[in-house]
């Protein structure tokens, strides 16, 4: 799968987790409210029952209001008191407590009692004698029932929670997977639209450079102007330079490929390549040289490395000033190979940092065009260092210049020894 596919997809899936995570926290706790709100309505009809119930065994022949009778013919019946039964006088001074033992005081609603009573859920009601108030009938349960239902539904809900976090996590990388296979497959036919375009563009362009060759050829012996000539020969050029570049890029991003990796000496092919950029620098009066070269080994595509290493020389050159210089350097940094390429050239901005490695991005663009690029460099460069484990760095000041610094892998480093031997596969 594509890297960027592949980071998206984790990213996706993470963002689908929480969100689901935060929802599932916020059923949870809405549906624990309504529970516990359930409870306290169901238990309260419960007590309000028992109140009407027990009202017209209450006693009012005397002063005080009592359920002394009613208490001896339920002894008598052998009936259990499951809620305790309290008569107060009209002041709320308790008179009769039956049953199990509760809050001794008028209350409603919850009423906490001591930590080892627990809790108790109250109702009362006056009672009324010749229309007057002679005291009040009260009842109450203990709410252990209660808290112990919410508590288990509580730790029900917690312990699914992990389980919920796996199952989400899983879920949510398929179908994010399932999601983004349209792009993948769209990134993918794009890939394979510039390939093959690119290599449909070979034949052609090599047709248009044999018959300048001719046409130069004729112009000479006839004394004729070459400058369409000339014209069509630098298009010819840059045609082909962009073709090489776009089927190149093809090639490194196809995640389908293998690539021929082989230990592979970077000191020497730095300054094989420092020895091929020295006419052009020259021409333009730069002074390349190599600071530091020591020699180390990386597991690497020679070819693709090349190319890496190539277009970092040539921008340090193209975007440099006359006058200005360019310095190479190779230096070991712990298990990694630090490949260093420093100019006093134009610089880059701020602003164009972060798109720096985008196909066709060139951050001065009347420059870019004038020195022949298409701004597809970089984005070869990223490519490289991606299939290599690399990893880039920039520090540029614009008017003062720039350094690239590629941290790769040494050969005998346990990243790049997982890598390799990879072998090209068959094509
Ligand atoms: N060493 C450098 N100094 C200044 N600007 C640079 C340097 N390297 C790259 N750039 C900027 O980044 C853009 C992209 O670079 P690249 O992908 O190599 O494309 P190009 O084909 O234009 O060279 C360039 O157009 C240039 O503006
Ligand atoms: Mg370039």
Redo the contacts with the bound molecule.
Sequence with gaps: MEPMIKRMRVRLSVTFGFLVLVLYSVGALVSLGVFQQGLHRSTDALLVDLLSEVRPAVSTSSERPSLKDWDRAARMENLPVLATIQIFDPKGTLLESYGPPGVGVLTKGRVHVSDEAGDFRSVYQPIMRQDKQCGFLQVQVSTAHDDRSLNELTTAIVLAFPGLVGLVAFGGYLFVGMALRPVELTMDLLRRFVADAGHELKTPLSVIEAAIETIEHVHKEHNLSELETDMIRSASKRMRGLTE?LMFLARVEDPMRAFAKQVLSLSTLVEEEVQEYTPLAESRRLKLEITSNEPLEIVAEPESFRQLVS??L???I???EPGGSVFVSLKKDGLQARLT?A?T????NES?MVH??E???????S???G???????????KAVADAHQASIEVV?TAGE??T?IILVPLAASPVSREKKPVERSGA
């Design positions: 570049d277009n970092l040539s921008n340090a193209k975007y440099n390429v100019d050239g134009i610089g880059i164009d720096l490695y196909r066709f991005y060139r951050a001065d663009k420059r870019s065009r020195a022949g690029g298409a701004g597809l460099g970089l984005a070869i460069v540029s210049g720039t690239f």
